[in-house]
């Protein structure tokens, strides 16, 4: 065995573990009393799953690059062809990989900065987000070279995340609720972004034929979506007028 397969059926371990608590773990908050002490311990349990989980598909990525067929070599037809693995499981999965991470990491800091919004504009979350882009570029770049419309299909929801959280990093003045929408934005983001990618993985062993259907990874997308929406709706949101209002008088105080 090659120290690039070592290396890589080691990081498919480490990526399993902490994605499966990560799967377990994200609807502890999403379905619990919001700001309870379970909340908050078990969302931080998520938050740091992601970031190692997203970490850990990164070196898989690399992995796949410098060694496409050797280190797939189980892997059913039509994952047999060198361009394609590389692609897939190379360039695709380094650029979700780094969205994963991007999105725990936001969704964590608006929170540990909604009483000083400006810390949001931070090396780590800025950086994030250009290295996101460049992902996304370069998906959809390698997507049209192969032929692959899942990855130019994916990629939009790269440069959707990158002007979205740009949007609320650079906001002069936040509504009061904002921080707590990006917050639920970002996690819920990275727990579509997992269950992703076990179902794909899933259907690359059980299903080859569907594992690249984006009807099949739209399905986490659909259910995400919801989610954030279903809470978003339940959120009261003061006018933006009163926030800057508030600003003002506590400047002129």
Request: net charge positive.
């Amino acid at each position: 065995m090659s120290a690039v397969v070592f290396a890589f059926k080691t990081f498919i371990v480490l990526h399993i573990i902490v994605g499966l608590v990560g799967l377990v773990t994200f609807w502890v908050p999403v379905i619990g009393r919001k700001g309870a002490e379970a909340h908050r311990r078990w969302g931080r349990v998520f938050t740091y799953c992601m970031i190692a989980a997203g970490t850990f598909a990164t070196c898989i990525a690399t992995c796949s690059l410098i060694a496409p067929l050797e280190t797939h070599s189980t892997f059913p037809p039509p994952f047999t062809d060198e361009g394609l693995v590389r692609g897939i499981f190379g360039w695709m999965m380094i650029y979700l990989a780094v969205l994963t991470i991007n999105l725990a990491w936001y969704g964590w800091k608006c929170v540990e900065n909604k009483k000083a919004h400006e810390k949001n504009r931070g090396f780590g979350n800025l950086a994030l987000q250009a290295l996101v882009f460049l992902g996304a570029l370069n998906c959809i770049l390698q997507g049209a070279l192969l032929g692959q419309p899942l990855m130019m299909l994916a990629s939009i929801i790269g440069f959707a995340t990158v002007a979205t959280n740009l949007r609320f990093i650079f906001a002069r003045a936040p509504a009061p609720n904002d921080w707590l929408r990006e917050h639920l934005k970002g996690l819920v983001g990275a727990g579509i972004s997992v269950y992703t990618a076990f179902l794909a993985l899933g259907a690359v062993r059980l299903v080859p034929s569907l594992a690249l259907s984006p009807q099949l990874w739209a399905v986490p997308l659909v259910g995400g979506l919801t989610i954030i929406l279903y809470h978003w709706r339940k959120l009261p949101r003061r006018p933006r007028v009163a926030a800057d209002a508030s600003v003002v008088h506590g400047a002129a105080s």
